[in-house]
């Protein structure tokens, strides 16, 4: 694990004294780029929602199989992840690249520290992946930005990927935030979503996370329905089977509707016609 004082040395710029969602995630995961008041808040969290880490791995595991599938089954080299966070085991790339090694991945976070571990995981990847730090909130300057219009090709299907980012945002029209995106994408793109649900969480458990969430840099949590989580993917045709909760999304093995329930995460995947 990196020590606070070394990731306090390289990124000057990062917010070290509040807790991050997205470090708290990587903490979850068992990942490294993480300090000890996300450490702390992240344990704050298990014992508010003991079903925390259950969401973080459900959101994972489905980011996993939807990349896979769009890879393989609809032929897309592209994507555009939005609010990437700390790349850690099951990263979009790695799993792109044992389809299809020519595939190109966009990472976006507005996250200091994720998108310098980020880069620092990159290694050779250079040609094919590349981090951008920038507001996923602002659709214009992130498919502008170098990292983002240098790599990509719009005039070629993409997929954007919002995994567990329209939640936090502070806009409640995630809709409309995604046909921004949506509408610089042709024919042929697709849109993976997962947003937190409140599936077996109880109304205390979810007035406790969003009191934790208060004093760290993404003080919103918009739990959603699934009729709500169908409406973030406007003018675009759901895949089989729907809006679900994500471990339920096409599982590599079977899930009982309880493990499922566990996640408190609904995804779906939706391509452009």
């Given at each position: 694990?990196?020590?606070?004082?070394?990731?306090?040395?390289?990124?000057a710029h990062a917010d070290f004294d509040q807790p991050n969602i997205a470090r708290m995630y990587d903490y979850h995961l068992g990942?490294?780029?993480?300090?000890?008041?996300?450490?702390?808040?992240?344990?704050?969290?298990?014992?508010?929602?003991?079903?925390?880490?259950?969401?973080?791995?459900?959101?994972?595991?489905?980011?996993?199989?939807?990349?896979?599938?769009?890879?393989?089954?609809?032929?897309?080299?592209?994507?555009?992840?939005?609010?990437?966070?700390?790349?850690?085991?099951?990263?979009?790339?790695?799993?792109?690249?044992?389809?299809?090694?020519?595939?190109?991945?966009?990472?976006?976070?507005?996250?200091?520290?994720?998108?310098?571990?980020?880069?620092?995981?990159?290694?050779?990847?250079?040609?094919?992946?590349?981090?951008?730090?920038?507001?996923?909130?602002?659709?214009?300057?992130?498919?502008?930005?170098?990292?983002?219009?240098?790599?990509?090709?719009?005039?070629?299907?993409?997929?954007?990927?919002?995994?567990?980012?329209?939640?936090?945002?502070?806009?409640?029209?995630?809709?409309?935030?995604?046909?921004?995106?949506?509408?610089?994408?042709?024919?042929?793109?697709?849109?993976?979503?997962?947003?937190?649900?409140?599936?077996?969480?109880?109304?205390q458990e979810v007035a406790g996370l969003r009191s934790l969430l208060v004093d760290t840099s993404t003080p919103n949590l918009h739990?959603?329905?699934?009729?709500?989580?169908?409406a973030l993917l406007p003018g675009y045709t759901l895949l089989d089977p729907g809006v679900v909760p994500a471990a339920l999304w096409?599982?590599?093995?079977?899930?009982?509707?309880?493990?499922?329930?566990?996640?408190?995460?609904?995804?779906?995947?939706?391509?452009?016609?």
């Amino acid at each position: 694990m990196f020590q606070d004082a070394e990731l306090a040395a390289q990124v000057a710029h990062a917010d070290f004294d509040q807790p991050n969602i997205a470090r708290m995630y990587d903490y979850h995961l068992g990942g490294s780029a993480n300090f000890a008041i996300d450490r702390t808040t992240a344990e704050q969290a298990l014992r508010v929602a003991p079903t925390e880490r259950d969401y973080c791995w459900a959101n994972r595991a489905f980011l996993g199989r939807a990349v896979r599938i769009l890879v393989t089954d609809h032929g897309i080299d592209q994507f555009l992840d939005l609010g990437s966070g700390v790349p850690t085991v099951g990263n979009v790339h790695e799993i792109a690249h044992q389809h299809n090694p020519a595939t190109r991945v966009a990472y976006v976070d507005w996250e200091a520290i994720a998108c310098h571990h980020a880069r620092h995981l990159l290694g050779a990847e250079e040609q094919r992946v590349t981090v951008t730090e920038a507001d996923v909130g602002d659709p214009e300057t992130v498919l502008n930005a170098a990292g983002v219009a240098g790599l990509l090709d719009f005039t070629r299907p993409i997929a954007v990927l919002a995994f567990g980012i329209l939640d936090i945002l502070p806009t409640t029209d995630g809709a409309g935030l995604v046909a921004r995106y949506r509408d610089a994408c042709v024919p042929g793109s697709a849109l993976a979503v997962s947003n937190n649900a409140q599936l077996t969480r109880t109304d205390q458990e979810v007035a406790g996370l969003r009191s934790l969430l208060v004093d760290t840099s993404t003080p919103n949590l918009h739990m959603r329905t699934p009729e709500e989580v169908a409406a973030l993917l406007p003018g675009y045709t759901l895949l089989d089977p729907g809006v679900v909760p994500a471990a339920l999304w096409r599982p590599d093995q079977p899930v009982t509707d309880h493990e499922a329930q566990r996640g408190n995460v609904y995804g779906a995947v939706g391509i452009l016609p």
